[in-house]
């Protein structure tokens, strides 16, 4: 679900999920820091929301999720004893160092709410019984599952800790190699307010993919601003929004819902682009001046867009790439977010997008870091149900906020240290 940081100069912006299979979307994961980057770069169908390098490429908007990421290569090791077993894991990838770990080493563990990260596991379930790219063998695990009390924190510490063993994550590659911290970012699903027609503030559009299109792609595809000038879009309106730059934003994460104005919500998911490149449109503001570096957020680019109304084209069409959507079932819980990587709905601050080549697709993972600009601590368990090309390195993870304002305040501001930890089936 993660489609693209909004700095992305500064980093290795691929499309994530060239089909956001995730969030129905492909999202450039991680709108908040990694969303200037260009972090989530959208790969084809698969959100989450969905990632880069330095401040800027972390900074604004880890966003472009999913397929695009090779899959992990795990290999099993006999242990010889007990401490050897001990000093490694019986799974290993090529960029994670996985070691045994105790329960009581998770910060934090014993006082988690487990029965809101419980419908998030059961859905992680789901997904591994239809698509499970690591191997892992989840059965067992998934099977005891059904026979769990859910609403019993105790019940649910007892199964993870019966069915599962747990894994303390570290850097086996590159100048951060040893390390067991890393960077956390965030994103989000946005709420944009739309109507079917164009009127009053309903001026800017949202895109279906062109039907012309599909029956015959262009050899070279328009920029964006030349598939507005050009009229090449007429017809393929699937909304009309009252903020062109909450639109952007929501092209970054790759997917959204919208409040029409007769009152029903539709929920919108990734589906294509132009297969133009990734370019920062807040890389594009920090270049002329118009934002510093501590103004760079989704917040502070819609504080100067209202200040510049003139100049929002302009810096939209710094990015010459333009996300394409389509309609996707609309749930009457916003606590169940756009599919991820998995094949499942994400769940508001239960679901996160890791690196495929470091961990396992549908795992329970343990982070300990901090709430955003804070040092209070955020320590719970979370599914690792989504990936974006942003989303690189073993401790390295984009927090999915959930719906909303309030969810993009929080995923627009995360840039936080944190460890990592992941549950492996017995």
Same mark, same amino acid.
């Not at 030349?226 to 007429?234: A, D, H």
């Not at 007769?262 to 294509?272: E, P, Q, S, Y």
């Given at each position: 679900m993660v489609q693209t940081t909004i700095i992305t100069s500064m980093t290795k912006a691929t499309p994530a999920s060239k089909a956001n299979k995730s969030m129905g979307n492909s999202s450039n994961k991680s709108l908040n820091w990694g969303f200037l980057s260009g972090n989530h770069v959208l790969c084809s169908k698969h959100s989450t929301f969905?990632?880069?390098?330095?401040?800027?490429?972390?900074?604004?908007?880890?966003?472009?999720?999913?397929?695009? =990421?090779? &899959?992990?290569?795990?290999?099993?090791?006999?242990? &010889?004893?007990?401490?050897?077993?001990?000093?490694?894991?019986?799974?290993?990838?090529? /960029?994670?160092? @996985?070691?045994?770990?105790?329960?009581?080493?998770?910060?934090?563990?014993?006082?988690? +709410?487990?029965s809101a990260a419980w419908p998030a596991w059961k859905r992680s379930c789901q997904g591994l019984m239809k698509r499970n790219p690591s191997g892992l063998d989840w059965r067992a695990a998934c099977r005891a599952a059904e026979k769990v009390n859910s609403s019993s924190n105790q019940s649910i $510490?007892?199964?993870?800790?019966?069915?599962?063993? =747990?894994?303390? *994550?570290?850097?086996?590659?590159?100048?951060?190699?040893?390390?067991?911290?890393?960077?956390?970012?965030?994103?989000?699903?946005?709420?944009?307010?739309?109507? $079917?027609?164009?009127?009053?503030?309903?001026?800017?559009?949202?895109?279906?993919?062109? +039907?012309?299109?599909?029956k015959r792609k262009p050899s #070279?595809?328009?920029?964006?601003?030349?598939?507005?000038?050009?009229?090449? @879009?007429?017809?393929? #309106?699937?909304?009309?929004?009252?903020?062109?730059?909450?639109?952007a934003f929501m092209?970054? &994460?790759?997917?959204?819902? *919208?409040?029409?104005?007769?009152?029903? *919500?539709? $929920?919108?998911?990734?589906?294509?682009?132009?297969? !133009?490149?990734?370019?920062?449109?807040?890389?594009?503001?920090?270049?002329?001046? #118009?934002?510093? $570096?501590?103004?760079?957020?989704? &917040?502070?680019?819609?504080?100067?867009?209202?200040?510049?109304?003139?100049? /929002? !084209?302009?810096?939209?069409n710094a990015n010459p790439r333009y996300v394409f959507f389509r309609e996707m079932p609309a749930s009457p819980d916003a606590n169940i977010g756009p599919i991820g990587a998995l094949g499942v709905p994400l769940t508001s601050e239960r679901s996160i997008a890791i690196d495929t080549k470091a961990l396992p697709l549908g795992a329970p993972v343990y982070i300990a870091t901090t709430y955003p600009l804070t040092q209070k601590p955020l320590q719970r368990l979370m599914m690792a149900q989504d990936t974006g090309t942003a989303i690189v390195g073993a401790v390295r993870a984009d927090f999915y906020w959930g719906t909303g304002d309030q969810a993009g305040e929080y995923a627009g501001r995360m840039k936080q240290q944190g460890r990592m930890w992941v549950f492996m089936p017995r």
């Open positions: 969905s990632k880069f390098n330095s401040f800027l490429a972390y900074g604004l908007l880890s966003l472009v999720l999913s397929s695009c =990421v090779s &899959q992990p290569s795990y290999t099993h090791k006999s242990a &010889q004893n007990t401490a050897s077993e001990a000093r490694s894991s019986s799974y290993s990838s090529n /960029v994670a160092k @996985l070691t045994v770990a105790s329960w009581s080493d998770l910060p934090g563990w014993y006082d988690d +709410d487990l $510490r007892d199964y993870f800790e019966s069915n599962m063993k =747990v894994m303390e *994550i570290r850097h086996q590659t590159g100048s951060s190699a040893g390390s067991a911290h890393g960077l956390v970012t965030g994103y989000y699903e946005p709420y944009l307010n739309g109507s $079917r027609q164009k009127g009053g503030a309903y001026q800017t559009p949202l895109h279906r993919y062109p +039907d012309a299109w599909k #070279e595809l328009p920029t964006r601003a030349e598939l507005f000038s050009s009229g090449q @879009l007429n017809g393929q #309106e699937i909304v009309w929004v009252d903020d062109a730059v909450a639109a092209q970054v &994460q790759g997917s959204g819902r *919208i409040r029409m104005t007769d009152g029903k *919500i539709i $929920r919108l998911g990734f589906a294509g682009t132009n297969d !133009q490149p990734f370019k920062s449109f807040a890389q594009w503001l920090l270049d002329r001046g #118009e934002i510093t $570096r501590a103004t760079a957020t989704m &917040q502070g680019i819609q504080a100067w867009a209202k200040k510049n109304p003139n100049r /929002v !084209q302009e810096m939209l």
